[in-house]
């Protein structure tokens, strides 16, 4: 079955840096979209980044200029790389996707998650 792995999480002081990744694993034919979402405590879920479906890129606006997400298509694979990370980006990123599985055809995924905690 289809599964979203992210890596990368961790512990960053204000102003520093982290990369995420979410690797697709499975009976992939086809992404549709993929990218990243956030949900900081007591706050609701938010996109941060994703490749939309004709493959422009949305970024939420506290996160544009800081923030860029890059995919390697071969291993369907997204990355987010955040730089000048403040405490308001403290969240759990999810990776989401929706992408054509071999067994069960489109659908939506989403990670696990990845907890980034900034420290001020």
């Known amino acids: 079955q289809v599964q979203l792995v992210e890596s990368g999480g961790g512990l960053v002081q204000a102003g520093g840096s982290l990369r995420l990744s979410c690797a697709a694993s499975g009976s992939i034919r086809s992404i549709n979209a993929m990218g990243w979402y956030r949900r900081a405590p007591g706050k609701q879920r938010e996109l ?5 479906s004709d493959g422009s890129i949305n970024y939420e606006d506290s996160v544009r200029g800081r923030f860029t997400i890059t995919r390697d298509n071969a291993a ?6 955040m730089v000048s990370l ?3 980006d403290t969240a759990i990123y999810y990776c989401h996707a929706h992408l054509m599985s071999g067994r069960n055809g489109w659908g939506i995924y989403w990670g696990r998650g990845t907890q980034v905690t900034v420290s001020s």
């Open 48 to 52: 941060v980044a994703a490749f939309t």
């Open 86 to 88: 403040n405490p308001e």
């Open 76 to 81: 369907n694979t997204v990355y987010l790389q």
